[in-house]
């Protein structure tokens, strides 16, 4: 798929990292975000029921509960539009089993400086130690209890190689040097130059993060292969060109469902990369009309995972190749939020 195999784990061209054949480390698998209550896109009637015996659902009914019955990360992307309270990340970890994971976007500040400034009106280039301390309390809860998976630097297409942003690359690298972090470039210029690329992010043990999404021109390259031995990050955004960049909603982009075929390469790629890294995430970002969740479903179910949680009947009659391998809830039943 493009430069970076050559040097993938610092290994000779053309060859992928050493495989431990007897050792696999877990590979955790979820999708980008939980809460789509809204737009045509909306999770509501399909992976969260609506109703159920005639009656609406139930007042306290928990969708991040809910969901972590179902899978053990998540990626959480509302901490790019917003700093997150330790109050917030408390709550996240109280609401979920103790096994399970949280990975989350850097603020919009730290990657995408002109959204920051539309969004704000402030200066983004006025970023400074007192941004990272802030984000770093936001989700100290999470890390004390033992839930936090990696953090996510997503830097927009636009964002070249060149090197005033290795130079700043480096910088967030540093800043957030106690935590892993996966780094997504998606502008070419980064894969062209796949040495120069992995020597700034091996530097800092950051993830090269692999993405799979529609390719264009100035698109980056990838071989999907981990370019360090801490962990493995992986996110499938969907291959919905049309509305890529053309869309009347934001929610268009990611209108699109992998098939069983498109997946079992990445569901390869996770399993070859458990072998060389101790731990592996893989996201699925076609969120809209849950369709992240049925892909995330038949990930693991490749990856042969159990699936654990109960499905209502309506997501299946959406997505029919999960009949028979997922469970179903009951139709008169809905699940009460765990007590913490």
Do not use: C
């Amino acid at each position: 798929m493009g430069p970076p195999r050559a040097t993938a784990m610092g290994g000779p061209a053309g060859r992928s990292p050493p495989v431990e054949k007897d050792r696999m480390s877990e590979v955790r698998i979820g999708t980008s975000g939980w809460s789509y209550p809204g737009g045509q896109g909306t999770w509501n009637g399909i992976f969260y029921p609506r109703k159920t015996g005639g009656r609406k659902r139930a007042p306290k009914f928990d969708e991040l509960t809910f969901y972590s019955e179902h899978f053990d990360t998540v990626e959480i992307n509302s901490t790019f539009y917003r700093v997150p309270t330790p109050e917030m990340a408390r709550g996240w970890a109280e609401r979920t089993p103790s096994a399970f994971e949280f990975s989350l976007k850097l603020f919009q500040k730290f990657t995408h400086p002109e959204m920051y400034e539309k969004a704000t009106g402030a200066d983004p280039f006025d970023l400074n130690q007192k941004d990272v301390d802030e984000f770093r309390a936001g989700i100290d809860p999470l890390a004390a209890a033992g839930k936090l998976g990696a953090l996510l630097a997503q830097f927009p297409a636009s964002f070249k190689n060149d090197r005033d942003t290795r130079g700043y690359l480096e910088w967030l690298l540093k800043a957030f040097k106690d935590y892993p972090i996966a780094v997504e470039l998606r502008h070419r210029t980064w894969s062209d130059d796949p040495a120069e690329t992995l020597q700034v992010l091996n530097a800092f043990g950051a993830a090269w993060a692999q993405i799979d999404e529609p390719k264009f021109r100035l698109s980056i390259r990838q071989s999907l292969l981990p370019n360090v031995r801490t962990f493995y990050y992986l996110r499938l955004h969907g291959r919905n060109a049309a509305q890529w960049w053309s869309h009347k909603n934001s929610e268009d982009r990611y209108n699109y469902l992998y098939s069983a075929e498109e997946l079992a390469p990445f569901a390869e790629a996770a399993e070859e990369a458990s072998r060389a890294v101790r731990k592996a995430y893989v996201y699925a970002n076609n969120h809209f009309s849950a369709k992240s969740v049925a892909n995330a479903a038949i990930l693991k179910h490749q990856l042969g995972q159990p699936l654990p949680g109960e499905y209502p009947e309506e997501f299946v009659e959406a997505y029919p190749d999960l009949k028979g391998i997922v469970k179903l809830l009951p139709p008169s039943l809905i699940p009460a939020p765990k007590p913490s």
